[in-house]
Nanobody, 121 residues
Framework: QVHLAESGGGLVQAGGSLRLSCAAS????????MGWHRQAPGKQRELVAA???????NYADFVKGRFTISRDNAKDTVFLQMNSLKPEDTAVYYC???????????????WGQGTQVTVSS
């Protein structure tokens, strides 16, 4: 069983910064892809950024140049540094990870409980 602990959301003014963290844990699990999605009221959940265990990154176009995703493999933790925040970045941000058991059995995606990010104009 995978457990995700998210932190770092909050209220910030436009142009400000926030840093999200998500620590993953699970006995006998190696976490492959880790990332963040977000969901604004009335909208579908969308990918923000993802990072592979080897450090390859993938960003949504709307955050390129503003957000940076990184991870600490030793601590199974993924970070999202969000700079130059805009009111349209307001959403609940969800950590998402994929893992594989040491036996080689892949796990289904795991999701965090979400953390609210609110950007005021």
């Amino acid at each position: 069983q995978v457990h995700l602990a998210e932190s770092g959301g909050g209220l910030v003014q436009a142009g400000g910064s926030l840093r999200l963290s998500c620590a993953a844990s699970g006995s006998g699990v190696s976490f492959t892809s880790m990332g963040w999605h977000r969901q604004a009221p009335g909208k579908q959940r969308e990918l923000v950024a993802a990072i592979s265990r080897g450090g390859m990154t993938n960003y949504a176009d709307f955050v390129k140049g503003r957000f940076t995703i990184s991870r600490d493999n030793a601590k199974d933790t993924v970070f999202l540094q969000m700079n130059s925040l805009k009111p349209e970045d307001t959403a609940v941000y969800y950590c998402n990870v994929r893992g594989i058991m040491v036996s080689g059995v892949p796990l289904s995606d795991s999701w965090g409980q979400g953390t609210q990010v609110t950007v005021s104009s």
